[in-house]
């Protein structure tokens, strides 16, 4: 896969903050070579976050962000402060530009949500064109370009030390193993291309030295009556979990692709936890269904329509179901008795991580659909064997 197609939740997120006026669009503008952000010297021109998939040396495949003003003022004002604090959930690395030799209340109070968050972060003063430079600061200036080579070298040496250890699926085999990767293809499968977590399995396999079967799931007898080995793993979608784990035999490895994104986004043992939770679920329960992407729903979507049947009928009483999409997704949580994400594909690490440390803070629990239909059909344990 090529840096150019390499997806946004597989980039490195850099967002730039700071007050109005500080610069960030022109420095934002110069790092990418890029007229990508509107530039006035009228304070607030930036009213929406602006996002840039792009390669940037010697960075790589990044998605740089240009924020709204952290000062902004008056009732539309607020929502754009909300805006830019939302950016910080799905931010990598953030970049607070200033103006300012000392920090003011505003950039201030920004700083410390960065740390909150845990965020690597690099303070550049920008207009050193105008303001001069101090040893042991990071300058910059946006309209001569000094400093702009090193910031990158900065954010560069930031990026090395966010590289995930974990693999999707390579480190479970060794040179010469099959695996088979069921994806079915109904109605809710997109046209001519497989879902990210099957391009991603497919692809690691190969990349492992692995032999990658890709089937649909009424094929799964006749593959494996073909092959003269057993395959080290099969890989099924989840809503194909039930029928694939009665065709398997149990000394083969069975897990799921959302178990495996699940563990590779670096929440599996919380949405293991919080898939047990079922079993305690009462009468009117309330839960959260959030989706990370927003596409047309199929009549038989899994989000809204199988995902709260199967689970009415598990639990055996009324459950009542709210549902969010896209980068929508609420702060408040406390009246929720669960909430069941999608496998996340979509988003990067620090935004699935951001959603599930808000559940956790308000002590909800937090799972995802695959464990959940892998513990409605009794083999979540199965599911997970090849983890543990």
């Given amino acids: 896969m090529g840096l150019n197609s390499t997806p946004a939740s597989e980039r490195v997120h850099i967002g730039f903050f700071g007050i109005r006026n500080a610069g960030k669009s022109s420095l934002v503008n110069r790092i990418t070579n890029q007229d990508m952000s509107v530039v006035s010297d009228v304070k607030g021109t930036t009213t929406d976050a602006v996002r840039k998939s792009m390669e940037l040396l010697p960075l790589g495949a990044v998605v740089i962000i240009d924020t709204p003003g952290f000062d902004d003022e008056g009732d539309l004002g607020e929502k754009r402060v909300e805006s830019a604090r939302k950016i910080l959930t799905s931010c990598n690395i953030a970049v607070l530009v200033t103006e300012n030799e000392k920090l003011n209340p505003d950039e201030l109070e920004l700083l410390k949500m960065i740390k909150k968050r845990d965020i690597p972060y690099i303070i550049v003063h920008n207009k050193s064109d105008l303001t001069g430079s101090a040893e042991g600061k990071m300058y910059v200036s946006a309209v001569t370009g000094e400093g702009i080579e090193r910031l990158k ?9 966010l590289g995930k250890e974990i693999h999707f699926i390579s480190d479970f085999i060794k040179t010469g193993d099959t695996v088979v990767l069921v994806c079915p293809i109904d109605e809710s499968a997109p046209k001519a291309r497989l879902i990210l977590p099957q391009q991603q399995a497919v692809r690691d396999v190969i990349d492992a030295g692995g032999i990658a079967i890709v089937i649909q799931p009424e094929q799964i007898t006749d593959t494996l009556n073909n092959l003269t080995v057993p395959p080290a793993l099969v890989v099924t979608d989840s809503q194909a979990f039930k029928e694939i784990s009665s065709l398997v035999p149990e000394n083969i490895k069975l897990t799921s692709f959302s178990v495996l994104m699940a563990r590779y986004k670096g929440f599996l043992d919380t949405a293991v936890k919080g898939a047990e939770t079922i079993n305690t679920l009462k009468e009117g329960a309330r839960i959260l269904i ?17 995902l709260p049947r199967w689970l009415r009928a598990y639990a055996g009483c009324t459950l009542n179901f709210e549902y969010t999409s896209g980068h929508g997704f609420p702060k408040d949580l406390s009246g929720y008795d669960l909430v069941i994400h999608c496998g996340g594909c979509m988003l990067n690490d620090a935004e699935i991580k951001s959603r599930m440390d808000l559940a ?22 199965r599911s997970i064997e090849i983890i543990n």
């Avoid at 070298?153 to 030390?161: H, Q, R, V």
């Avoid at 956790?360 to 344990?381: C, R, S």
């Fill in 360 to 381: 956790n803070e308000q002590k909800i629990p937090f799972t995802n659909y695959g464990t959940v239909i892998a513990k409605i059909n009794g083999i979540l344990d």
């Fill in 153 to 161: 070298e900065e954010l560069a040496k930031i990026s090395g030390t």
């Fill in 290 to 306: 959030s989706e990370g992407c927003t596409h047309h729903r199929q009549c038989n979507d899994i989000g809204t329509v199988k």
